[in-house]
């Protein structure tokens, strides 16, 4: 920041100063001082410290610090200061023997920068329970994706169980035929025997009759079976579709939140701009 020296200059900032914030676009007041008050003041619109021509400089005010270490400086000025908040820029003036003579000061209201900053936090959150949220959802969806594919590997193997109980069925069903056919013979040949064949029909007819039983409980058992595949068959195909369409939502979200992120960064390279000013 470039010195400022000479009593022209320093006089003739104040002559300049009912003017000086006309140049600007933002809300800005103007001030200069000597060593011990404000000997010209120029408010802005809605930015006014209060202070007055004549009225003594703070010590733990920016503008007497600056002459005190004769350097400039930038810096946010706490409300308890001058009863409002505003960042100030100051610079010390000195004379041509390097003597500190003065300073000279702008503020530029916060107001405007802290709603913006306001607003950007309000959206960081907002954009942050956002993404929480859809990260919990892509979990959810992983964990039901995982779940669906549990689901059809454990239909799979049902299946392949029930295929095999088929086979163990129709075995089954064989055996009663065979069983039913011998009871068949028995009874002939019990026939032939005559009187001394009697007891032994009763037998074979007894034969016969859990042979039948037999055949009709293998029957109801392999309709109950197909029942049940079919059931375990649709059970498969929707898991597998459940999966499927967890593994698109669970893509999907992934890519949400990795916009919401850089949604969240930019607002966050807009709040450091905005502190710039």
Avoid: H, W
Avoid at 225 to 234: F, H, I, Q, R, T
Avoid at 240 to 264: N, P
Wanted: glycine share 6%; net charge negative; hydrophobic share 40%.
């Amino acid at each position: 920041m470039k010195k400022l020296v000479g009593k022209d200059l320093f006089e003739g900032l104040v002559k300049i100063t009912p003017i000086i914030n006309t140049l600007y676009a933002q809300d800005v007041s103007f001030v200069v001082t000597d060593r011990e008050k404000f000997i010209a003041v120029q408010p802005g619109q809605t930015l006014n410290t209060g202070v007055n021509i004549g009225d003594p400089l703070k010590k733990e005010s920016p503008i007497y610090q600056v002459m005190v270490n004769k350097k400039p400086d930038v810096g946010i000025v706490p409300k308890e200061v001058f009863g409002i908040a505003f960042k100030a820029i100051s610079i010390p003036i000195f004379d041509e023997e390097d003597n500190v003579i003065g300073a000279v000061s702008s503020a530029i209201s916060l107001d405007s920068e802290m709603q913006v900053q306001e607003i950007i936090e309000q959206f960081s959150a907002a954009f942050e329970q956002v993404n929480t949220t859809i990260q919990d959802f892509t979990q959810g969806s992983q964990t039901l994706s995982s779940i669906g594919e549990k689901l059809s590997t454990a239909s799979d193997q049902t299946k392949e169980n029930v295929k095999k109980t088929d086979d163990i069925i129709q075995m089954i069903k064989e055996i009663a035929d065979q069983t039913k056919l011998l009871g068949l013979n028995a009874a002939i040949e019990a026939a032939r025997a005559g009187e001394n064949g009697r007891g032994f029909a009763v037998v074979a007819e007894e034969i016969r009759r859990l042979s039948q039983q037999s055949n009709d409980s293998a029957k109801e058992v392999k309709y109950i079976l197909d029942e049940m595949n079919a059931s375990v068959s649709l059970i498969s195909e929707q898991s597998e579709e459940t999966s499927a369409v967890s593994q698109q939502q669970s893509a999907a979200t992934q890519e949400i939140a990795a916009s919401m992120e850089q949604l969240c960064a930019q607002l966050e390279s807009l709040n450091q701009l905005v502190k710039q000013f």
